[in-house]
């Protein structure tokens, strides 16, 4: 059995799904370029309004909240939903954000090369990597791992970047984006009308949840909260958690 643990609404459809903080909080921004973030019950907190879209799924990295917008722009937000600084890309940013708890954060512009944003909004490291096929994605060792579509894979921690040799065995496996998002003893799986499955890995009995009527954004598993939190395109924000007798 699905249970939802809150449900908010943003107020307008989601380009980008929510993101969620170590601690449980949750930060979410819209098409109409409104950021929200949550307590971890799903009681509102604050609101902050950024030019254009937010196209990407808020990262907090090193106390701020990082906010992607096809704007050209990433505003940096303090927990307390005041403005730190805001940093103009050299080139649009092309992928989700990824970085360690305390930074800095990776993307890749579309101008197909590396970047890294250091905590004061500046670039710390640049460098061509080639158009993404995967990542970048922080694995549990720390590293940030990368490829694209020529086949180089490349790994990131800090300023340095390593590019794996050609035929090296693979040290990281690459989410896939149609594989079921996994997490202690259940599996988790979003359908293109709304819907939300749950597969019990002890038993392999399966629960629906009905989430919203539109398409389901990438889900996040929270450690934190031990529940999935689930972004719909029409502006909702549910806290999802299996019931008694199912893993969690």
Known sequence: MLRERF????????????????DGSVCVGTSDGYVHLLAPDGAYRWSFTVRG????RPLLVAGLWL???NADRVYALTP?????WIFRPPAGVASELAATTLGPAYFVGED??????????????????????AGPELAGSGLVWLKNQGGQVAHVRGIELVRVAPGAPAEF???????????????WQTETDGSLIAISAPTGATARLQ???????????????????????EGWVV??????????
Not at 53 to 56: A, K, M
Not at 178 to 187: E, F, I, K, M, W
Not at 239 to 248: F, P, T
């Open 211 to 233: 989430v919203a009527r539109s398409p389901l954004l990438p889900a996040r598993w929270s450690e934190h909260e031990h529940e999935l939190l689930v972004s719909a395109r």
């Open 53 to 56: 879209s937010v196209t990407r």
């Open 173 to 187: 496996t690459f989410a896939e984006p149609d594989r079921p998002l996994t997490a202690p003893g259940v599996s």
């Open 112 to 133: 197909d090369s590396l970047y890294a944003l250091g905590s004061h909004g500046g670039v710390v490291l640049s460098a061509a990597f080639g158009k993404l096929s």
């Open 7 to 22: 449900r908010f609404h943003a107020g307008a459809p989601l380009i980008a799904p929510a993101g969620i903080a170590d």
């Open 80 to 84: 307390g939903g005041t403005l730190s």
């Open 239 to 248: 806290a999802v958690r299996a019931g008694e007798g199912e893993a969690r």
């Open 67 to 69: 906010i992607v917008s």
